[in-house]
């Protein structure tokens, strides 16, 4: 008679699934705003390795079906499986064919379910989500942490454009935004992220999400000082051996 007691030496069996224990490959923040046409959002390019910044062409902003724009910060492998899911979730709203979409309100709802059941089963998904849209001429924008805490704003950040972009936002951000003005605004953010947060490149995009549907920029680079005088001689004052 065959034994069936598991081998004491693998720690699991071939057929155990792997997941995501702590995130590898990351992504720094995302800024997103209303405007009066509908939402602009913004993400730089790197995909941080540890703290190497080892990719440097890596898209964090996703169109989702007809009305909706996905933003994302944190494990890139796990914002691909998240494009997966819902992948398959247009598809199979598309399949009823009855002349309904879903949208940004619908969509930012399914993140919220998966990030809190993910959570749940104590193997999260490694990201902050936004997800901004336009429906029906009515604009949405809100954000969903790792551990499914959700909340609608006329303008969210991820990451470090927690602390450091959305007092700018409070600021200067009005509904009567237009398009030229969002950008410089959005740009303004992303200057103070790249001057503050290691891991933020000089390479992003901005995409934009109207009733006409979702536009994302060509990457670009800001134009940046670094003659400040905090940055030449950043210990100065500072107190300590070290």
Request: with cysteine; net charge neutral; hydrophobic share 35%.
């Amino acid at each position: 008679m065959e034994s069936t007691q598991a081998n004491p030496g693998l720690l699991c069996s071939p057929e155990d699934s792997q997941r995501t224990l702590y995130p590898y490959v990351t992504g720094t923040s995302v800024v997103a705003l209303k405007y009066k046409d509908g939402i602009l959002m913004a993400a730089d390019m790197g995909g941080s390795y540890g703290s190497t910044l080892r990719y440097k062409s890596v898209e964090r902003m996703k169109p989702i079906g007809k009305h909706s724009l996905l933003g994302a910060s944190g494990e890139i492998s796990d914002f691909q499986e998240l494009l997966k899911y819902l992948d398959e979730l247009i598809l199979y709203d598309n399949m009823w064919d009855d002349g309904n979409s879903l949208g940004p309100k619908e969509i930012h709802n399914y993140l919220t379910r998966v990030m809190y059941n993910r959570r749940n089963k104590f193997d999260p998904l490694w990201n902050s989500l936004v997800l901004g849209g336009v429906k029906k001429g009515q604009k949405y924008l809100g954000m969903v942490s790792m551990i499914g805490v959700n909340f609608e704003d006329n303008h969210v950040a991820t990451g470090f454009g927690n602390h450091l972009a959305r007092p700018i936002l409070r600021d200067e951000w009005r509904e009567d935004l237009s398009f030229e003005e969002g950008v410089k605004l959005l740009e303004k953010c992303m200057r103070v992220l790249l001057y503050r947060d290691r891991s933020a490149v000089n390479k992003l995009q901005i995409a934009k999400i109207t009733e006409e549907g979702v536009t994302i920029s060509q990457p670009y680079a800001l134009r940046t000082f670094w003659g400040f005088s905090a940055f030449q001689n950043p210990t100065a004052g500072a107190e300590g051996s070290w």
